[in-house]
């Protein structure tokens, strides 16, 4: 081995204090910080007397080891792994393993219940003396919150692993569609909604402002049922369905990127569409994306929901017998009516024929093609 490599092996294993040679010598300081005695006096003491370079392999495995020792002290004298610091606020050392094999849940698990870490971050999170199981139920409830907000696919999946199926909230379409299909008004839709919250802990719909917003300007769902069974010895299966008329949701989203970016018809190059489809905690969701590109190089675009299948797994004998007809005949109409004329704020806007792009995993793109 060459000498770092021997001084690095012999520095793992060797006791971190100012007493030991070797140690001393792999690391001893070039020059003095002026400051650092003021900002580190601890290790002032312990004659550490360099900044930390990542480059200076000894002097960070010196400070590694110097850590190791510190937290064993603590723990063979149970006691907490707390910062004191200056400002008076103080903090927690909590040690979670780090390993690649804790990819896997089975280890992810095991490794919790051996180490006690997720309680130790709990009991961290509600302060010294705090750690009441109260306290720890509440940092749980902020910390699983703060987990939905940033990673929401993510939890999502975890909590249908776990048995907690909970499929989002209904867009403000469906909820539209809600309202008109079961027939309430706004002040229902309220108390409803409420009791579902009470029910479920959270809320199944986008805000009521967006459901204003729709106005007019709303395709309305159509619903349907299909009871699917995937062969003779298998149980069948209730599926719920609603699409949209893909034609009309076309035409609006048009006219409201018209609106709202004052487009003169001479700057428009082409239109694309985008149609696809995506299966996951046990739906399939459709959407359909417009996109205004103007001569200028710049896109406008608009994203809407045009169908939605309730299912365990989607195939093409589902697909067929749900949504694909009714959102495929809208499709077919728009490549067929070649220019779309659009009413753009009481003038009339020419819109060329779109072209049509298909989108989506690999099993969609497979069922629509009916391989």
């Not at 719920?240 to 409201?256: P, T």
């Not at 190059?269 to 399939?284: E, K, N, R, W």
């Not at 009413?343 to 969609?364: E, H, Q, W």
């Amino acid at each position: 081995p060459t000498d770092d490599n021997h001084n690095i092996s012999k520095l793992s294993t060797c006791s971190v204090s100012p007493s030991d040679d070797m140690c001393s010598k792999a690391s001893a300081p070039t020059s003095k910080d002026p400051s650092f005695d003021k900002r580190f006096p601890i290790l002032s003491q312990l004659n550490f007397k360099m900044k930390i370079d990542k480059n200076d392999i000894i002097l960070v495995l010196k400070y590694q080891n110097l850590l190791k020792d510190v937290v064993s002290v603590l723990q063979n004298f149970n006691q907490p792994l707390l910062m004191v610091n200056w400002n008076g606020r103080n903090s927690n050392l909590v040690q979670i393993p780090a390993s690649a094999s804790l990819l896997c849940h089975k280890s992810f698990k095991k490794s919790d219940y051996r180490k006690q870490w997720m309680d130790d971050i709990l009991s961290s999170l509600c302060g010294t003396g705090k750690d009441t199981e109260a306290n720890k139920a509440t940092r749980a409830q902020r910390f699983s919150q703060l987990l939905a907000e940033n990673y929401e696919e993510e939890f999502l999946v975890a909590a249908g692993d776990a048995g907690l199926d909970f499929f989002g909230q209904f867009d403000a379409v469906e909820t539209a569609a809600l309202m008109s299909d079961v027939g309430i008004n706004l002040s229902q839709l309220r108390i409803l909604l409420r009791i579902l919250r009470h029910r479920f802990g959270a809320n199944i719909a986008e805000p009521e402002k967006k459901v204003r917003e729709l106005g007019g300007e709303t395709v309305p769902p159509m619903f349907g049922e299909y009871i699917y069974q995937h062969d003779s010895n298998s149980k069948s299966e209730e599926i719920l369905y609603w699409f949209q008329d893909s034609h009309k949701v076309y035409k609006n989203d048009m006219k409201k990127m018209l609106e709202t970016s004052n487009i003169e018809e001479a700057n428009i190059d082409c239109v694309d569409i985008v149609f696809g489809g995506d299966h996951s905690q046990g739906a399939l969701r459709s959407s359909l994306k417009t996109m205004l590109v103007l001569k200028n190089s710049e896109v406008i675009e608009r994203k809407s929901a045009i169908g939605y299948i309730l299912c365990q797994k989607d195939t093409g004998t589902i697909l067929k017998n749900t949504i694909l007809d009714g959102i495929g005949d809208g499709l077919k109409k728009i490549g067929q009516e070649g220019f779309t004329i659009v009413s753009n704020k009481g003038k009339l806007t020419m819109i060329p024929v779109p072209l049509l792009y298909v989108t989506g995993d690999l099993t969609f793109q497979v069922i629509l093609m009916g391989k």
